[in-house]
């Protein structure tokens, strides 16, 4: 199971539509930032970092019917500065919100890392959007706001459609299915890493 952190300055920052982004002295200068759990532990997405147990440092919910949860986020930090538009998209795993009653399974930990890559698979596809764009000054706030919104919809979606038919990782067939398709997705999406 994964746990989705669009964090408050995110959703004000860049999805709502009442607020402009921040603007510096000079009109050149527009910066729209995303900020994931700030005061918490972070590890960004690496394909030789594979997570390990003693990552999932969360308390537990025990009125959860899941045996895990893995906290994961595309970390979005855009800006019009002199002319050109300068973006990067971090895949993060948040330790401190992630946790596990099960620390044994292997079957278990092979699951969540599958949510980690689908993040990634996701952070790549939307970086490979973003530079397709043709942003302006003019443009960035309502065409930033329209592709990062539809991009975390599709990725919450995914996620859900993942642990729907994979029955949270217990259906084997299904999970390996899955294993293969987001390898695949990551290595043809390579470019965009």
């Known amino acids: 199971m994964v746990f989705f952190t669009l964090l408050l300055l995110f959703l004000t920052g860049i999805l709502s539509p009442a607020v402009a982004p921040s603007v510096a002295t000079t009109p050149l200068v527009i910066t729209v930032k995303t900020d994931y759990a700030a005061n918490s532990e972070k590890l960004v997405w690496s394909p030789e970092r594979r997570l390990n147990w003693e990552d999932f440092k969360g308390q537990p919910d025990e009125k959860n019917p899941h045996h895990a949860l893995t906290a994961a986020n595309m970390a979005v930090d855009a800006?019009?500065?002199?002319?050109?538009?300068?973006?990067?998209?971090?895949?993060?795993?948040l330790p401190t919100e992630s946790w596990s009653k099960n620390k044994s399974s292997y079957k278990l930990l092979a699951h969540e890392q599958l949510h980690f890559d689908l993040t990634e698979v996701h952070a790549r596809q939307l970086r490979k959007q973003l530079k397709s764009l043709s942003i302006n000054a003019k443009n960035l706030k309502s065409d930033l706001n329209r592709t990062v919104d539809g991009a975390f919809k599709e990725w919450k979606a995914e996620q859900e459609l993942f642990d729907k038919l994979s029955k949270h990782g217990l259906d084997s067939t299904s999970q390996n299915e899955w294993a293969y398709s987001i390898n695949t997705r990551l290595k043809e999406l390579e470019p965009y890493q």
């Not at 002199?82 to 895949?91: D, G, H, L, R, S």
């Open 79 to 93: 800006s019009w500065k002199n002319n050109q538009f300068i973006y990067e998209v971090k895949c993060v795993f």
